[in-house]
């Protein structure tokens, strides 16, 4: 990180006060989608339910397994990965894992409508 205070940024000004520093592209993209979050709280229950959702089938193994079988078998459709969301990563992850929430919707509704009749289940 380049840093204010005492990060590379700085400490290679010290050695060469002439030296012009900047974020490469994606790194000032993500400081501005970072920055953008901050000010719009509303993104804060969409960010927690992605979140939930990551662990939900990142942690869990056997629901991992239970969504791939109804993507693959009786819906045909390819399971995508879904991965954390506005975290200290470029943009494009999010994309990704907002087309997979998006893609797999019919397979992660199925399963939460399978499981919450699953008696087995706790």
Same mark, same amino acid.
């Given at each position: ?67 791939? &079988?109804?993507?693959? =078998? +009786?819906? *045909?459709?390819? #399971? ?6 506005? !975290? &200290?990563?470029?943009? =494009? +992850?999010? *994309?990704?894992? #907002? ?6 919707? !019919? ?16």
């Amino acid at each position: 990180m380049l840093g204010r205070v005492s990060g590379v940024g700085v400490k290679l000004q010290n050695f060469y006060p002439n030296i012009i520093l900047w974020h490469c592209c994606n790194h000032r993209l993500e400081l501005a989608v970072s920055d953008t979050l901050k000010e719009v709280h509303r993104t804060n229950h969409f960010q927690s339910f992605i979140e939930k959702l990551y662990v939900l089938y990142h942690q869990w193994p056997k629901n991992r397994n239970e969504l791939s &079988i109804l993507c693959a =078998a +009786s819906l *045909e459709q390819k #399971l995508l990965n879904i991965g954390k969301i506005f !975290t &200290i990563m470029w943009v =494009a +992850s999010s *994309e990704k894992t #907002l087309k997979a929430v998006f893609n797999n919707y !019919t397979s992660l509704f199925k399963h939460f409508f399978n499981a919450s009749n699953d008696s087995l289940r706790e």
